[in-house]
């Protein structure tokens, strides 16, 4: 059973530019959460949606970035126009129903964003 | 909002010495905490966790944490540790579907 899959690993980008960053959660698990941890930070929650809805947004950024996890296929972080400010690490994580104490959260290998 | 504050940035240690790897949290519920550990290249990978009962929970590679009530801690400790322990340390408790982590704590172990 392979574990949450992210890619790519590495990512680089020119400001303006935009990233796509995937993510393939565990099998059985429809619920899917990103996490970005900037430099010298530790993770920060970003979004939680399970299949075709988004649950809570409420660490994305207002503006340049968007998420989705469609019916089929991986989960989908986009940000557009980037700048040297979204530099960071990009965690997935994934779990069999709504994550809480008693529901362990399985995270990926994340994506480190660059932006030149 | 929960906050978790990992008090020492890097520690750097020679293999076989003991380790202490410190975490406060502020909470004034009940609290779920956990420890991660992202070796270099690599995603978080769950330590440990302290959910209820025993207060010193252990993992299976020699480390363990005592949750302090009182003193609203969660230290990690290993009495000797091996040049494979490398890595960063998060410290992290659960706020329902969120994780709320520490900023982390590098752990450099010298031969």
């Known amino acids: 059973n392979a574990g949450v899959m992210q890619n790519p690993r590495h990512l680089v980008r020119r400001r303006g530019q935009e990233a796509r960053l995937r993510c393939s959660p565990m099998?059985?698990?429809?619920?899917v959460y990103w996490y970005r941890q900037l430099p010298e930070e530790g993770l920060k929650f970003m979004v939680y949606?399970?299949?075709?809805?988004?649950?809570?947004e409420s660490g994305m950024p207002k503006e340049r970035f968007s998420a989705e996890f469609p019916k089929e296929g991986p989960s989908i972080l986009r940000i557009q126009q980037v700048v040297r400010g979204d530099s960071a690490a990009y965690f997935c994580?994934?779990?069999?129903?709504?994550?809480?104490?008693?529901?362990?959260?399985?995270f990926g290998q994340g994506t480190r964003l660059t932006v030149v | 909002a929960q906050s978790v504050t990992q008090l020492d940035s890097q520690v750097p240690v020679f293999e076989e010495a003991p380790v202490e790897l410190r975490c406060n949290y502020s909470?004034?519920?009940?609290?779920?905490l956990f420890w991660y550990v992202q070796y270099p290249n690599q995603g978080l990978q769950l330590l440990l966790k302290?959910?209820?009962?025993?207060?010193l929970v252990e993992s299976i590679n020699g480390f363990e944490a005592e949750f302090n009530k009182s003193q609203t801690s969660f230290h990690l400790r290993k009495p000797s540790v091996h040049i494979s322990d490398t890595a960063e340390y998060f410290c992290?408790?659960?706020?329902?579907?969120?994780?709320?982590f520490g900023a982390g704590t590098r752990l450099f172990v010298k031969a």
């Open positions: 909470s004034s519920v009940s609290v779920y």
């Open positions: 949606l399970q299949k075709e809805n988004i649950i809570d």
């Open positions: 302290y959910l209820s009962g025993s207060t």
């Open positions: 099998k059985g698990h429809s619920h």
């Open positions: 992290a408790v659960s706020e329902g579907f969120k994780t709320i």
């Open positions: 994580a994934s779990s069999p129903r709504e994550a809480a104490a008693k529901v362990e959260t399985f």
